[in-house]
């Protein structure tokens, strides 16, 4: 047996307690998912708040109910009429004003009608025609609870509102108009000139008669309007026809008095004959211009080329010239037999000699005619010229004396003319005011609804739900959005870039006591399941596989369940055969006698100030053979300063050498410099994190303290986790289908133990 001496304690280099295994870098584990948002994420997210999002639709869904049943229940009454652009045509003239083409549903006179329908003068004349005031705007609404209870709160409300009262409020008129219009609906029928026009009122009965009585002064509003046009037209042009007849008597006296003094009789036909002689010579100049100078481009263009349409066209020139080519083409044919000196050659060179004679002789006699036919053209031109100025004259000397007359009579006719149409104007518009009709014909009268159109209790309720769920999931997204919580054990895997070893199930109802020791009290349990397979993972978080022999159990915060978790993986380790030295190095608030149920009268404090030996504060546990304990002892004034003293370092190094694994059971990070050297102690530093309590910014500055002093963060321990990440009723089925068999027993581990005290 291995003794250690209680006064005299030698230092140790805490380099032999890692230098066995390379240190541990924890990198972001590839295989782990990224922040995407999954619809399990979503989902997951929306479970953590829940109870937002069920009090966000419920109050919702109340706050509709009590809007439905305090809402006043109304009725809703319709009619249907048909607007035309034209009015029925009695008779076909005398229209004042003219129909625009149909522009289907964007015509701006049927906007204009459906605006018509909502004016505020035919509101106030129904108003005035049914006595609204009295029978539906001032009229007494029957108490109820709701009802007082939502004028109350409203008065209430109203009354904190700065400047404003309920004594100003009644002060202030009502306009009756607004509140009529604000319940009439216009609704035109596509593709149709259909209207229809609905009212709302408390009161079934009454919200008829106010359609019916909307169309009806509708109607009357038009056919006045259509009367009043007709009349301001019979009015005009009785005005303009007097002032006609009187304008046209004026100007006929001054014709005739004209005439008079000018011994003018008529003009016209005597104009006219000049005006279509004048023409006609114009006509004869255009034709000699036009001859002649026809006649001077021949002439030029014989002078210069001699081939000119006369002579090219000439019988006589176009006979002389088929001579000339015969001869011509008898000489060519001869000159191949004989030459130009034989007798018969001279012969025929004297017969073309004397045709080309003949031709130039012909030519030019109808050069000398062409010269001839030009000079008669251009006297002729010159007769026509003169002739035509003559007579130009003369007709302007007649035109100078009858100007003045011809204004004067076609001022006359105007005058004559616009007398006509307008007496006739006014004939036809007086008939057609007589048949005034309207372009508004009512299709369905309004009849007295039975059914209650609004509040619709079933459709608010409905949306009600709706939009109490979308508001309710928008209110946990964002809650779930500004919590610094991590949602899941891949969000936790991503964020820190470490795996998690582990995933404890959420355990209710269970003691302090059970749960720590249920590795060993509830084998079965999924709870111990799930330590086991964290100890498994524990088991080859080094590199090559390789075991930690010390392994730090710490957690973020206080009260994550590092106590809890740090038993159950030593008394799994132990069940596998190892020989395990769990430690209890939570000095400021130590649990880990009380979970077991161990004294606590001598410790790791009281062996780190050099009190006692390690033998007298080591226990064994009799329920787990392999299973020792080093209690945290008597609590100290100063944590830090024991655990980071060379004594630990020994206590550490000589366990090593006698335990296979060593589980020691820091105090939290978050605060505390304990956990800090205790991890530089250890070859692994597990990080027990509670999935409801996970801060991200507190966790990432945990890891950062950590990895500042020794990469050796291996992974995390999920508790209290909501995720079932091994199918736990499997397991249950397993252990039910197959019989228990004894339990073998564990390995016997090969090191020796200390000098331990008996166990309790």
Do not use: C
């Not at 708040?49 to 305090?70: E, G, R």
């Not at 053209?377 to 000397?397: G, H, I, Q």
């Amino acid at each position: 047996m291995l003794t250690v001496s209680e006064k005299k304690i030698v230092p140790v280099s805490t380099s032999h307690v890692s230098s066995s295994v390379a240190p541990y870098i924890a990198v972001p584990a590839t295989s782990v998912p990224g922040n995407g948002l999954t619809l399990e994420g979503v989902w997951r997210r929306l479970m953590r708040q829940k109870w937002t999002l069920l009090l966000t639709m419920l109050a919702v869904i109340l706050l509709t109910v009590w809007n439905t049943l305090t809402t006043v229940p109304t009725y809703r009454a319709g009619a249907t009429i048909q607007i035309e652009k034209e009015t029925v045509q009695i008779v076909n003239f005398g229209a004042v004003s003219s129909a625009s083409p149909d522009m289907g549903t964007l015509d701006p006179f049927f906007r204009t009608q459906y605006e018509q329908l909502k004016s505020r003068k035919l509101a106030q004349q129904v108003i005035s025609d049914l006595d609204l005031k009295n029978r539906l705007y001032e009229h007494p609404e029957a108490p109820g609870l709701l009802k007082s209870l939502g004028k109350i709160i409203k008065r209430m409300v109203t009354g904190l509102l700065p400047g404003k009262s309920s004594d100003n409020q009644a002060a202030v008129a009502v306009d009756y108009a607004d509140v009529f219009i604000r319940d009439l609906y216009i609704e035109p029928v596509e593709n149709t000139h259909l209207v229809k026009v609905f009212y709302e009122s408390p009161e079934p009965t009454l919200a008829a008669e106010i359609v019916n009585a909307l169309i009806a002064a509708f109607i009357r509003e038009n056919i006045s309007s259509q009367s009043e046009t007709d009349a301001y037209a019979r009015d005009f042009l009785e005005q303009e026809l007097e002032k006609a007849r009187s304008r046209l008597t004026t100007q006929e006296s001054k014709l005739v008095e004209y005439a008079k003094q000018n011994g003018i009789l008529e003009v016209n036909n005597s104009q006219s004959t000049q005006e279509r002689k004048l023409d006609e010579l114009y006509s004869a100049l255009g034709e000699a211009e036009r001859a002649r100078i026809q006649a001077e481009s021949q002439m030029i263009q014989g002078r210069k080329h001699g081939n000119v349409r006369e002579v090219l066209n000439n019988p006589v020139v176009e006979g002389i010239k088929q001579n000339l080519v015969t001869l011509e083409a008898e000489y060519q044919e001869k000159l191949k037999l004989f030459k130009p000196a034989y007798p018969d050659m001279q012969r025929l060179q004297q017969q073309i000699a004397e045709v080309r004679r003949q031709l130039q002789q012909e030519i030019s006699g109808l050069k000398q005619s062409l010269q001839a036919d030009f000079s008669a053209a251009r006297k002729l031109e010159d007769d026509l010229r003169a002739e035509v100025e003559n007579y130009k004259a003369e007709l302007v000397s007649q035109r100078d004396r009858s100007i003045e007359y011809n204004a004067l009579k076609r001022e006359v006719e105007t005058s004559r003319n616009l007398y006509d149409g307008l007496l006739q104007r006014m004939k036809e518009v007086s008939v057609a005011a007589n048949a005034t009709s309207s372009n508004i014909r009512i299709v369905d009268t309004a009849s007295t609804p039975k059914d209650i159109f609004r509040p619709k209790k079933s459709l608010n309720l409905i949306l009600g739900s709706l939009v109490g769920l979308m508001l309710g999931v928008g209110a946990a997204l964002l809650r779930e959005t500004l919590n610094q919580t991590v949602a899941s054990v891949n969000e936790l895997q991503a964020l820190s870039g470490l795996p998690v070893l582990g995933t404890i199930p959420h355990v209710r109802n269970l003691s302090e006591g059970n749960l720590a020791l249920a590795a060993v009290r509830d084998m079965s349990s999924s709870l111990a399941e799930a330590y086991r397979v964290a100890t498994a993972n524990l088991r080859f978080v080094l590199p090559a596989g390789v075991a930690p022999r010390i392994t730090l159990i710490t957690s973020v915060n206080p009260g994550e369940g590092k106590s809890t978790s740090a038993v159950n993986i030593a008394l799994s380790q132990a069940q596998q055969g190892l020989k395990v030295l769990l430690i209890d190095a939570d000095l400021r608030k130590p649990s880990i006698h009380f979970k077991m149920g161990l004294p606590n009268l001598k410790g790791l404090s009281n062996f780190l100030m050099g009190e006692t030996d390690i033998a007298s504060v080591t226990q064994s546990f009799r329920e787990v053979k392999g299973f020792y304990l080093i209690s945290a002892g008597t609590l100290a004034a100063d944590p830090v300063r024991m655990v980071s003293s060379p004594a630990m370092a020994q206590l550490l190094n000589l366990a090593t050498r006698h335990f296979d694994s060593v589980i020691i059971d820091g105090p939290p990070v978050a605060g505390f410099a304990d956990a800090i050297y205790l991890s530089s102690l250890a070859q692994a530093t597990v990080l027990v994190a509670d999935e409801d309590h996970i801060n991200r910014k507190r966790l990432l500055n945990a890891i950062e303290q950590l990895r500042r002093v020794k990469q050796n963060v291996v992974g995390f321990l999920m508790v209290k986790s909501q995720e079932d990440v091994t199918d736990y009723r499997y397991y249950d089925r397993y252990q039910t289908r197959i019989p228990s068999k004894p339990v073998p027993k564990a390995a016997k581990s090969k090191r020796k133990g200390l000098n331990l005290a008996p166990g309790i």
